[in-house]
């Protein structure tokens, strides 16, 4: 055999075993797993690593566009070189749809940013502002033949927002298609209500920011997302689920036999309202939405991971500079929470975190690891089994841990192009230490290397888990 690398005398740990063995890889595609392979034109030794399937971001915003005048920090250059440094090799950022915009001019839009850029490999989600059938009925059949398979719909941010009536448009329109929609829950009515009452009581500080969104308008929009999908009988998966109460939601519609999925993130697992007390202007670091709950819930969703509530562990990656006018200072940003640019950064210290204090501390298994990180991500977006896993014919997006290392993360670690991390001075054990990119060592140590654009969009399959149950509420032909 012909090797162009062999990863020798290794742990192998998919989704499904952890094995030891060697790793042979040819032409970018792992081409064999065996013991005392022929050697390879380079050989690595993973001896005391663990290899696993290269992480899937499945949940990042890169050079988007906004509506305020704010600037998200990281493009496709940074954004995927820090993806890698934190064991990364596919990211899905957003193609973001303008009001009235047809979606072709959408993607093509997000595909000349990433071109020339992106260090691994990506696919696009396609944020949906207008469900019409006017824009729908054009390009949403020929994109999701394209490769284009998941849609993100926000409930809630009123440049986006849908009401139900186009929820369901969107519904229809992917269960036609069998995609994947990706669902933002937040009551929209309750925060601006609520938005509106503590500007007027002058309760405008960044820890207002979780005032104004509390629990129960997550549960509420996570309850009506999922009824409105029983009723059409569609899949969808919602996104950046942040506490126990929307937690619990899913986790009722899962038992009942629904195709119900849920994405969490590192900031509801390490994060929490107490971050908002920080002195001077320090809370807007941690403003997202859903904001970070009480420390309380924290547990709670580590139990969401372990219990396999969730399927997918994401970064939701939204970075926008501390100090810098077009971050979370924007103007007025000090004079309300309600102008402070919703996002934190994450695509670097999403798998070290949850490696850490996931595996190393008995919370998670490795296997558990590789599925939440990557495996079901792919599997749930139409990317398995070329992404997602070590397996013969699979792509070789590998990355070798040492699973004792010590690392006090710190922002100047980092490789992405943002001022802090909300993870400053966290001490980790466990550290991705090569990345390999279709076979190509792309990090090294800490040490990166691959051009720019390397990266290969990646068109996505339709889901098998996007596929309806056959058990519709009403007779599906009434909206087909
Ligand atoms: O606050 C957040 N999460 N910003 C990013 C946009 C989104 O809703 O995912
Ligand atoms: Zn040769
Ligand atoms: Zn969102
Ligand atoms: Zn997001």
Redesign the pocket.
């Known amino acids: 055999a012909e090797y162009d690398l062999v990863i020798r005398n290794t742990t192998i740990a998919t989704a499904s075993d952890v094995v030891k063995g060697d790793i042979g890889i040819a032409g970018g595609r792992v081409v064999a797993l065996g013991e005392r392979l022929d050697k390879g034109h380079r050989e690595v030794d993973g001896t005391g690593r663990i290899a696993v399937p290269g992480g899937i971001d499945a949940?990042?915003?890169f050079d988007q566009d906004t509506a305020d005048g704010s600037v998200f920090c990281d493009d496709f250059e940074s954004g995927s070189r820090a993806a890698a440094a934190g064991g990364t090799t596919t990211i899905i950022p957003?193609a973001y749809q303008n009001k009235d915009q047809p979606l072709r001019d959408a993607v093509n839009k997000y595909h000349a940013r990433a071109e020339g850029k992106s260090l691994i490999d990506y696919a696009f989600h396609v944020i949906l502002s207008d469900a019409s059938e006017k824009i729908m009925g054009q390009d949403f059949t020929a994109l999701v033949a394209d490769g284009y398979t998941s849609f993100?719909v926000y409930m809630t941010y009123d440049d986006v927002k849908l009401t139900d009536r186009e929820m369901l448009d969107a519904l229809a329109a992917a269960r036609r298609e069998q995609a994947m929609l990706m669902i933002?829950a937040e009551n929209s009515d309750c925060i601006t209500w609520l938005t509106e009452r503590l500007e007027l009581k002058g309760m405008t500080a960044a820890k207002f920011h979780a005032t104004s969104r509390p629990f129960v308008v997550e549960r509420e929009a996570t309850h009506r997302a999922i009824s409105l999908a029983e009723l059409l009988d569609v899949p969808m998966l919602l996104?950046?689920v942040s506490a126990k109460e929307a937690m619990h939601e899913i986790q009722r519609a899962q038992a009942r036999g629904l195709r119900v999925y849920g994405e969490t993130c590192p900031q509801y697992l390490f994060l929490s309202e107490e971050d908002f007390e920080k002195p001077g202007d320090e809370g807007a670091k941690c403003v997202?939405s859903p904001p970070p709950r009480g420390t309380d819930n924290q547990e709670h969703i580590w139990t969401g991971l372990s219990a396999n509530t969730f399927q997918v562990l994401?970064s939701?990656?939204?970075a926008f500079r501390f100090d810098d006018v077009r971050g979370k200072k924007l103007p007025g940003a000090r004079e309300s929470f309600r102008k402070i640019p919703n996002?934190v950064p994450g695509v670097e210290t999403r798998l070290p975190l949850l490696f850490s204090e996931g595996v190393n501390k008995g919370r998670i298994s490795l296997q558990q690891f590789v599925a939440l990180s990557s495996t079901n991500a792919a599997k749930i977006y139409g990317l398995h089994p070329r992404k997602g896993t070590i397996a013969v014919g699979s792509d070789a997006d590998i990355v070798l841990w040492d699973p004792e290392r010590k690392v006090s993360l710190t922002n100047s670690i980092l490789h992405h192009n943002c001022d802090y991390t909300p993870y400053e001075g966290r001490e980790l054990t466990g550290y991705p230490v090569m990345t390999l990119s279709r076979g190509e060592v792309v990090m090294d140590e800490g040490r990166m290397s691959g051009s720019a654009g390397r990266g290969q969009f990646q068109k996505c399959d339709r889901p098998e888990a996007a596929r309806p149950r056959g058990r519709p509420l009403i007779d599906p032909s009434i909206f087909n």
């Open positions: 949940h990042v915003h957003f993100k933002h996104v950046h997202c994401s939701d990656h939204a996002g």
